[in-house]
T-cell receptor, first 112, second 114 residues
């Protein structure tokens, strides 16, 4: 079963614009992570936000977490063509297993 | 520093054949994972290991076996391949307790079962 669900499934923007992707999840979490996957490649870890944090920044990335709404958003500012990729959220749920559970991803296309 | 290396990168199997996918990491990570990725379904966990000599089932373990005889290697086996196992397989590793740190992924193995 998938814990995280990204929205939208696909997003197309012009270079220089901001891109916002959302993730909703179902159960309590310890942390939430965002990954990027370029076509035909493995996933690359972007950022981790813990359940007691509300916002985190890394370069052009801004992640927010609202545990009351069980949702997170990833904002990429001043997007570039190289940001074209699929973006996945992953949650580390509470409990003994605690593996990461991934959503189905948002396909971002940045047009030059 | 290679990170996580998966071999082979591509493979075509006939139904009923067997094969082993190899994952090797050089970061001294305790935790290793095998995922499969199918279109529109994200990644699903097949098996994982919390240390040398240990393995555990994930979300979709049926039809697969794993072994972690050495800390740096995590092998995924298909004893009798089925078309439903056509997928892209990713290995990942992490430093600490599961989910508390980011995962490092390999570049994937694209498997087609005909």
């Amino acid at each position: 079963s998938q814990q995280g669900e990204e929205d939208p499934q696909a997003l197309s923007i012009q270079e220089g614009e901001n891109a916002t992707m959302n993730c909703s999840y179902k159960t309590s979490i310890n942390n939430l992570q965002w990954y990027r996957q370029n076509s035909g490649r493995g996933l690359v870890h972007l950022i981790l936000i813990r359940s007691n944090e509300r916002e985190k920044h890394s370069g052009r990335l801004r992640v927010t977490l609202d545990t009351s709404k069980k949702s997170s958003s990833l904002l990429i500012t001043a997007s570039r063509a190289a940001d074209t990729a699929s973006y996945f959220c992953a949650t580390d749920g509470r409990g003994s297993a605690r593996q990461l559970t991934f959503g189905s991803g948002t396909q971002l296309t940045v047009l030059p | 520093n290679a990170g996580v290396t998966q071999t082979p990168k591509f493979r075509v199997l006939k139904t009923g054949q067997s094969m082993t996918l190899l994952c090797a990491q050089d970061m001294n990570h305790e935790y290793m994972y095998w995922y499969r990725q199918d279109p529109g379904m994200g990644l699903r966990l097949i098996h994982y290991s919390v240390g040398e000599g240990t393995t555990a089932k994930g979300e979709v373990p049926d039809g697969y076996n794993v072994s972690r005889l050495k800390k740096q290697n995590f092998l995924l086996g298909l004893e009798s391949a089925a078309p439903s196992q056509t997928s892209v397989y990713f290995c990942a590793s992490s430093y600490g307790r599961q989910g508390a740190y980011g995962y490092t992924f390999g570049s994937g193995t694209r498997l087609t079962v005909v």
